[in-house]
């Protein structure tokens, strides 16, 4: 029981500490053991939920002031990459020629599924993705090229 948790949570202390609990849990109810399994895998079973419960517990205690300050630096630094990166694919979609350009933002922008797409120009669902597949493509080249 204790490789099975230490391979799970990496931990020796937490495994040895969860593997009490795992036989722990198992003494106190030992009565709903039905037999439709082998002993060792219901005793795997009560050794996860007690890791689960453990990683839950330990979640909710990470200390205010460090788990304020790390997301907020992160969630910034974050916001900006990210929106660094949607005005340089924005930039690179309107180099696209059409009808390449129209049907990835009518995909992506949207949301139309490619029969939608394909009652649009009037064309066959095929048509629509592989002109969808073929912009996605010359759209990946071109922010290859720039980097």
């Given at each position: 029981m204790y490789r099975f948790l230490l391979s799970l949570c990496g931990d020796a202390a937490l495994a040895e500490?969860?593997?009490?609990?795992?036989?722990?849990?198992?003494?106190?109810h030992i009565d709903r053991f039905r037999g439709e399994c082998r002993p060792e895998t219901?005793?795997?079973?009560?050794?996860?939920?007690?890791?689960?419960?453990?990683?839950?517990?330990?979640?909710?205690?990470?200390?205010?002031?460090?788990?304020?300050?790390?997301?907020?630096?992160?969630?910034?630094?974050?916001?900006?990459?990210?929106?660094?990166?949607?005005?340089?694919?924005y930039r690179?979609?309107?180099?696209?020629?059409?009808?390449?350009?129209?049907?990835?933002?009518?995909?992506?922008?949207g949301e139309l599924k490619f029969k939608e797409i394909s009652a649009v120009y009037g064309k066959t669902e095929s048509w629509a993705k592989v002109?969808?597949?073929r912009a996605k493509n010359k759209l990946i080249e071109l922010m290859e090229d720039m980097e």
């Open positions: 500490e969860l593997t009490s609990e795992t036989f722990y849990q198992a003494y106190l219901w005793l795997c079973q009560i050794a996860k939920n007690a890791l689960y419960r453990e990683n839950k517990r330990t979640k909710r205690t990470v200390p205010w002031e460090q788990n304020d300050r790390a997301t907020e630096e992160a969630g910034i630094l974050e916001q900006l990459v990210k929106k660094e990166q949607a005005l340089n694919i690179h979609i309107h180099e696209l020629d059409d009808p390449y350009k129209e049907v990835f933002m009518l995909r992506i922008l002109t969808f597949y």
